[in-house]
């Protein structure tokens, strides 16, 4: 199965999604931070079988607009409504991974009801380290673009299907292959989680939920220990053998993970439920 290209804008901006069809119960697919819709082809490819899947670039990310003027949290998540509303998604399951978690977690808060289910991967609600800007600044600013060739990118970014993916996320332009993204736009996209915690927005989430992490300890102990504390009705999951990256490093055990809370704590499929 293939994906078709959709378009959806909201104030102007412009957002590229890639719908895989299917007509089972609908599933949003949100990317990290310097993410790219297509990360989760391999995914979205075996949910279809089931689900009618949608993949988004967020804004600032892949064919999506590159310079949006909003960076908020408040924007992704509106951004996401839109999605669900323009591409008629009737209570779909947010699936995000890192940032793309996060504003998942933030659009079932600030929506009841749209969500049918939450999943997160390598995502939480606590505040993020004020440095981490910086960090994220730093590590962008150490990939050696442009990168001579597509190759050579995959071999940068560890080979293997996470190579693969996130070199897919570069365009070759000016003689060379380049993200499509721009630094600063990155970085401020992270401001606003090093000021402040999302614990109210945790807490308020009524939809079943699953919470997958990986080994990378980017989400603090303490800040899982205390999401399942505020919401002990949630299934959570460890994947030892991956790091941050879970849907491309271990993708059969997330799979796995997903058949079950699909089939059990997010199998309310009747109409009006």
């Not at 609600?125 to 440095?131: E, F, I, K």
């Not at 001579?148 to 292959?177: H, I, K, N, T, Y």
């Not at 402040?196 to 800040?223: H, K, M, Q």
């Amino acid at each position: 199965m293939t994906w078709t290209e959709r378009t959806v804008v909201r104030e102007g901006v412009r957002l590229a999604c890639r719908d895989w069809g299917g007509s089972g119960p609908p599933v949003v697919l949100l990317h990290g931070l310097a993410g790219h819709a297509g990360e989760w082809d391999a995914l979205a490819r075996d949910l279809s079988r089931r689900h009618r899947v949608v993949a988004v670039d967020q804004r600032g990310h892949g064919a999506s607009e590159r310079r949006p003027g909003d960076v908020s949290r408040a924007a992704y998540v509106a951004d996401v409504v839109a999605v669900v509303e323009q591409l008629d998604l009737h209570r779909p399951v947010l699936l995000g991974q890192s940032l793309g978690g996060h504003t998942a977690m933030l659009t079932a808060a600030a929506h009841p009801g749209l969500a049918r289910a939450l999943v997160l991967v390598e995502a939480g609600a606590g505040r993020a380290a004020p440095g981490l800007p910086a960090e994220i600044g730093a590590a962008l600013d150490a990939w050696p673009t442009p990168f001579p060739s597509r190759p050579a990118a995959v071999e940068f970014f560890g080979g293997g299907e996470v190579g693969e993916a996130w070199a897919a996320g570069l365009e070759e332009r000016d003689g060379g292959w380049r993200p499509r993204f721009d630094r600063d736009v990155m970085v401020d996209a992270l401001a606003e989680n090093t000021r402040r915690s999302y614990w109210d927005e945790w807490t308020g989430i009524a939809c079943p939920t699953l919470l997958v992490l990986g080994r990378s300890g980017i989400i603090p102990a303490a800040d899982t220990a205390a999401m399942l504390d505020r919401r002990p009705e949630t299934v959570a999951a460890s994947v030892l053998a991956a790091g941050h990256d879970v849907h491309l490093e271990q993708p059969d055990a997330l799979r796995q993970l997903l058949r079950a809370f699909l089939d059990g704590p997010a199998a309310d499929l009747t109409p009006g439920g």
